[in-house]
């Protein structure tokens, strides 16, 4: 182990232990001092944009000296436009209930114990994510509200925004007199500091990676802390029988073009055999249009002039791109199996005016979000009107799917006795 | 890697592909679908009790064989009241109610989609436990009940045991016309067979691992799949300044002596030392009477003569044993601090008549269940009214404190649609 390395370790530990201190002091705050805290973050990230600009241009800097692709370039890039929305975010999430304290479930035992099941903060969340520098302070917000004590491992690419916007939130924290480690971020670029992280068994709760399925599938083999796997989604559209051709075509076009790069995108389509000669030249229409290559299996290629074969790699594909595969069945359970084969538990859905089948979809298809007639693009927390979002879920423990501030939280059981003992 | 690892691990990869098949077909059954099979395990495991225990007893001479301890001989040992107790506890579970398929909560949006939460089985479960081969057949009908296949993986020195009751269990599915991989035991006994089943991503949804700290810890450490953390439980009282003796002393000794083995038993006392002077002595005595050991801090040891001197790491100790570690405090405060110091997160109590106290107690202890006046033994799936339960979760992601059928479960959101597209 390199001298650097040996730093590392030990600071991320300290981190991990002032953390755990400061857990236990976040929890005793009320909504109202929770609030007031999110409100003046919104207003000292706005006040304080010249300061976050200055940081954000030495990551825009080093980014463009390294010819970092001009998309990133975009991502990594703060504007007063986008302080501003960020503190938008922030005042929206002071507005939202607050999920701690609230009794779940009560009962009264024979022997007069009285069980309240209660929610309470999860604790310290670490968050693992990439180039975005809004995600510091999207995250901090809602962790916080939900009580929880935050340490964030942001991208290298973005340390010095990520680094300043952190310097600004500690400081509205210090100054409502309350201890600045409810939110620490780790300021090494190494890679060692993700791995350093994951080993804070014991002071760390829970860790929730954000960005690339290559960065969730590091940070899930890797850890010694629960996570909560976020973000993959080969999101498939199936193309019923019964399908009402006239609403597939624009929630395909709705799914696969109205954002491409995001996780609730249609990836792939199912089209069952009797439709088939009516739907494809519809939908190969509709996709040239909309600048889409299709990659079409042996059964439609014909049908799609302007396709290339589609091989099984494309079947479980995340394309994010003007790119959509397609796979001819010969009935709902084919297509079922098929999704349940390729897909990656996020948002899939049905076309269909068949009762019968969209039960079947509905109940058969493991996913977070099971759609009829509906584009898969609405998998979101705001949509969900969860009010905010700390990313999607695509594993079935503690929360799946869209993940507002209840999912930030856990419960524990209070029990009132007199004297009480077991028999 | 030796023919028989290779051997190993093809074989558990085949168990997951199977068992991931046979997840669709579970999940389809009806509540009295399953609970027709669960009626009939019970009967054919009471009709099937001679070729159970001649199996049983090859395990038991083994044990014998090898010098075992007389105790975990006992834990191994079924007899014909041990298989009904069996068989009575899977028609308990028959007669719990089906937790799948329950609305969890419902909305409509604006634009006319209807969102349900409903409730999913989780998919297909790894449980890896010790010795006691009850547990396979436990494990099974609470699993199944919640519409979960299961993987077992028992101690090494039950696998007799364990693959006769498994082999009864898939009779009896494969009689009413079902998948018999339903269930599976890992028939190997090498430890490499623990590593391949916590590699199974993609094909095991959850491990929960029941027994011994070391072996939770193991999976903990090694699993790429979510883990349920069950168990371990280093259980505090704290006697406060306000506490009624007369309450304390018999909390303390249902706490310490009615089950020393199990993880909600108490192992260390915290005591205000303003109460010290009029309890300790009567706590001496009454430790006395019940054979119990005392390590007693330097503040206490005085007023306890026959106590030996409590190390820190007494205090990070769960005896599981007739030994009981006490520490004084100057506060509630530094109590809380105490147990969150050195508590495992499972059951903690204080004794009080003082309200704020309580309280305080009850919002600063860091752990699943939070007792006030009442003994810790209480926490348990049956106590609380769940019915039965696979474990206790020490951890805060998903579930916390007894596990139940509900607790076995996952959700999806179903939404359904008439054309909408996101704008």
Excluded: W
């Excluded at 986008?82 to 009264?108: C, F, H, N, Y």
């Excluded at 073009?257 to 009516?278: F, M, P, W, Y």
Aim: aromatic share 6%; proline share 4%.
């Amino acid at each position: 182990m390199s001298n650097d390395a040996a730093k590392i370790k030990e600071e991320i530990l300290s981190m991990g232990v002032k953390a755990k201190a400061a857990k236990y002091e976040l929890a005793k705050l009320s909504t109202e001092e929770k609030n007031k805290v999110l409100l003046e973050v919104a207003e000292e990230l706005v006040n304080s944009k010249d300061e976050i600009l200055k940081e954000n241009a030495k990551d825009i800097k080093k980014g463009e000296d390294e010819g970092m692709h001009p998309g990133l370039v975009d991502r990594l890039r703060l504007t007063e436009a986008r302080i501003e929305d960020i503190a938008l975010g922030i005042r929206q999430v002071a507005e939202l209930p607050d999920p701690i304290g609230e009794v779940l479930d009560k009962s009264v035992l024979e022997n007069g114990l009285k069980i309240n099941k209660v929610s309470v903060p999860l604790g310290v969340i670490g968050i693992i994510y990439e180039s975005r520098p809004n995600v510091t302070a999207d995250a901090f917000s809602l962790t916080f509200k939900a009580g929880n004590v935050v340490i964030l491992k942001g991208g290298s690419d973005a340390i010095c925004s990520n680094l300043a916007i952190t310097a600004v939130i500690r400081r509205v924290i210090e100054r409502n007199g309350y201890n600045p480690d409810f939110i620490q971020l780790i300021p090494f670029t190494d890679r060692s500091a993700v791995n350093e992280l994951l080993s804070l068994r014991g002071y760390v709760d829970v860790i929730i990676p954000r960005g690339s399925a290559r960065l969730i599938r590091t940070v899930c083999d890797n850890s010694k802390i629960p996570v909560i796997e976020t973000g993959s989604g080969n999101c498939h559209i199936y193309i019923d029988e019964f399908a009402d051709i006239k609403k597939a075509i624009p929630i395909i076009i709705n799914a696969k073009t109205q954002r491409i790069g995001v996780c609730n995108a249609a990836e792939s389509l199912v089209v069952h055999e009797k439709i088939r000669d009516a739907f494809l030249p519809e939908l190969s229409k509709a996709m040239k249009e909309n600048k889409v290559e299709l990659r079409a299996d042996s059964l439609s290629i014909d049908l799609l002039p302007e396709s290339k074969p589609a091989t099984e790699e494309d079947f479980g594909t995340e394309y994010l791109d003007y790119i959509l595969s397609v796979k001819t069945v010969k009935n709902v359970d084919e297509a079922i199996s098929h999704i349940n084969k390729y897909n990656t538990g996020h948002s899939e859905s049905i076309i269909t005016e068949n009762k019968e089948n969209a039960e079947k979809f509905l109940n058969g298809v493991d996913a977070a979000c099971v759609y009829v007639n509906a584009s898969t693009r609405f998998t979101d927390g705001f949509q969900f009107g969860l009010g905010a979002e700390i990313g999607i879920s695509t594993q079935k423990l503690h929360a799946r799917g869209p993940m507002g501030l209840k999912e930030l939280c856990s419960y524990k059981y209070q029990i009132i006795g007199d004297g009480q003992v077991r028999p």
